[in-house]
């Protein structure tokens, strides 16, 4: 019989619960959005509202598995990357969890997690990933026992970048999708600051340009496909470097701004240059989600990587590099 683990997500915004199996199969993938009326995320609003979420959310996830609780052999949890007060909420109830069913408990990088779900989809081996988000901006690749940052943004990520022009302008969090349909109805390209600086890069000098171009009066849609050209432009050349010096042959996008088709479009043109093969993460599967954590959940298990309850402290600043990935048999 299959082993089944159920993974919790809860590093932001999003509080997700994802169920899944051993043999890779998704049984549920739920979760419930904290999206401020006006302003950013506050860490401490978005940490009550996963606790005021959660028990429903767990319930939803059970129920469209078709499975109860007694059937979970294993719980999962996001132990970082994100914000403490939202890791420490997530954590408590999966401790719970794991008390109450006397289950193992697994800790599981969130960064990692979105390689991991976009490897099972794409039955990828060993792939360069661009892994981009409201949080995170950072081109990996696996080598020498871990994934290694081979370039990530110095200061924001292009996620929060998309996201702080659109409050700026008067747009709802998340705003990437919006940005993208605005960048539709453009004509012109307006130039903004391409910091690449090595193998990292810089979203910040671009935020302030853009801000000041839509205060001259400059039209929104014209901005915004600056934006993406100038901000996903910068992503291709690093991931092309990657690429490059890996000589790896399998290109993965995953995170919240995957969804966009613009950035999948330029890193289709970077895979086929190289002769690579090229993956998007499905729409469901882009964002913070559940199933992300249960399915690298049940690859740590498969390789003995487990939690005492008492050692399960959160890790808010947990980098991607600093995990050992025990249970990828590729060889470096």
């Not at 939202?86 to 008390?99: E, H, M, P, Q, Y």
């Not at 109450?100 to 976009?118: D, F, K, T, Y």
């Not at 794409?122 to 995170?136: I, K, M």
Request: some cysteine; proline content about 5%; glycine content about 10%.
């Amino acid at each position: 019989m299959p082993l089944i683990c159920l993974g919790l997500e809860g590093t932001a915004h999003s509080f997700g619960v994802g169920i899944v199996s051993s043999d890779g199969s998704i049984l549920s993938n739920v979760w419930d959005m904290f999206s401020p009326p006006s302003g950013g995320i506050h860490p401490r609003e978005a940490s009550r509202h996963h606790s005021d979420v959660g028990p429903t959310v767990i319930r939803s996830a059970l129920e469209r598995a078709a499975i109860s609780p007694q059937e979970i052999d294993l719980i999962a949890f996001s132990r970082g990357p994100g914000l403490g007060p939202c890791l420490r909420t997530t954590a408590t109830i999966a401790r719970t969890l794991s008390l109450r069913l006397s289950v193992p408990l697994v800790g599981v990088n969130h960064c990692i997690a979105h390689i991991e779900i976009g490897s099972l989809e794409s039955a990828f081996q060993d792939p360069v990933t661009v892994y981009v988000s409201g949080g995170n901006t950072q081109i990996i690749a696996y080598a020498g026992k871990r994934y290694r940052t081979f370039g990530e943004t110095l200061d924001i990520a292009v996620g929060n970048m998309l996201d702080t022009f659109g409050r700026a302008v008067g747009m709802r969090f998340p705003a990437g999708a919006e940005i993208e349909r605005k960048a539709k109805e453009a004509s012109s390209y307006h130039q903004l600051p391409y910091s690449v600086k090595g193998m990292d890069l810089s979203y910040s000098g671009m935020l302030t340009a853009a801000r000041k171009l839509y205060s001259e009066g400059t039209p929104l849609s014209e901005i915004c496909f600056s934006l993406q050209e100038t901000a996903f432009g910068m992503l291709a050349e690093i991931a092309e470097r990657a690429i490059a010096h890996t000589k790896k042959r399998e290109l993965l996008l995953t995170g919240g701004v995957a969804r966009n088709d613009r950035l999948t479009d330029i890193l289709k043109g970077v895979a086929g240059r190289h002769d690579a093969l090229f993956h998007r993460v499905s729409p469901s599967l882009a964002g913070d989600q559940g199933a992300m954590i249960a399915w690298t959940g049940v690859v740590q298990y498969g390789a003995g990587d487990t939690l005492k309850v008492s050692d399960s402290h959160v890790l808010p600043k947990w980098r991607t590099d600093e995990q050992d990935v025990v249970w990828r048999e590729v060889d470096d």
